[in-house]
């Protein structure tokens, strides 16, 4: 249950506008925690109860997929909002935690000033309380994972390299010095912003659309496998076919030695 009490200043009577910012807000993170905890979300949230000149509303999970539920929603973000009040240190683990309190965030926004404070409620749970306070907490509980994160060695490799990725080449915007394209991954699907000199604007409009293999000194953050950007040098179109035969000599004058060029 979401509730959101008025401010004495406006007999105590709650702002729609607010009152349906903080609803929305709520059944978004709900979204994402059963995304996160249940293959692709398998609930609907639905009002259960909106109580009679109140600014009250319960929210029902309902099971619109036959499949075994991981994690409650509602429960994870009521435990999560009652973990980040208590005041102790809280350790964020993973992207569920983020999104929570990411909206406890914006819940507690306003309060004092748009609203007076408000409450969320879920079965066997403490009631957490959005007010000023919470704000505070959550916003240094985000702080402090920022700064850890910042501090810890990189997961994957962190630099620039020399790289080859197969994929297809998207047009995205060809003004100015350097064109920017996405370059679409045969394998899994994901992109990558790729820059090619203007020089090259040619070398590129011949590949887009194609299967290609795409050379470039490949910008990587350290955390992912792929890099945030290919500086491309090289593009060599790929026979459509999808096999090994396929290639026709591709590779041939690639270095035999893959070892990376780290900037």
């Not at 009521?78 to 406890?104: K, R």
């Not at 679409?184 to 659309?209: F, H, Q």
């Amino acid at each position: 249950m979401m509730t959101i009490y008025g401010l004495e200043s406006q007999g105590e009577e709650v702002d729609a506008a607010v009152f349906s910012e903080k609803l929305k807000k709520v059944i978004s993170a709900l979204k994402k925690l059963d995304s996160f905890y249940n293959t692709r979300g398998q609930h609907k949230f639905m009002i259960a109860d909106l109580e009679f000149s109140s600014a009250s509303v319960w929210l029902r999970e309902k099971a619109m997929k036959p499949k075994v539920v991981r994690q409650s929603p509602a429960v994870k973000f009521a435990q999560i909002g009652y973990a980040a009040s208590s005041g102790g240190a809280y350790l964020v683990e993973n992207a569920a935690d983020e999104f929570a309190l990411d909206a406890y965030v914006s819940l507690s926004k306003g309060s004092g000033k748009s609203f007076s404070y408000g409450i969320i409620e879920a079965p066997d749970v403490a009631t957490v309380r959005l007010d000023r306070l919470l704000e505070k907490r959550v916003r240094g509980i985000i702080d402090d994972a920022s700064s850890a994160a910042e501090k810890a060695p990189p997961r994957y490799f962190k630099g620039t390299a020399i790289e080859t990725y197969d994929g297809t080449m998207k047009l995205v915007d060809l003004r100015g010095l350097f064109p920017e394209a996405k370059l679409i991954l045969s394998a899994g699907g994901k992109e990558i912003s790729c820059i090619v000199p203007a020089k090259d604007v040619d070398m590129l409009r011949n590949s887009l659309g194609r299967r290609a293999l795409v050379t470039g000194r490949a910008q990587h953050d350290g955390r992912s496998m792929l890099p945030e950007r290919i500086d491309v040098t090289h593009i060599r179109t790929v026979a459509a076919s999808g096999n090994v035969i396929s290639l026709q000599g591709a590779f041939v004058g690639a270095k035999a030695d893959p070892m990376r060029e780290i900037g």
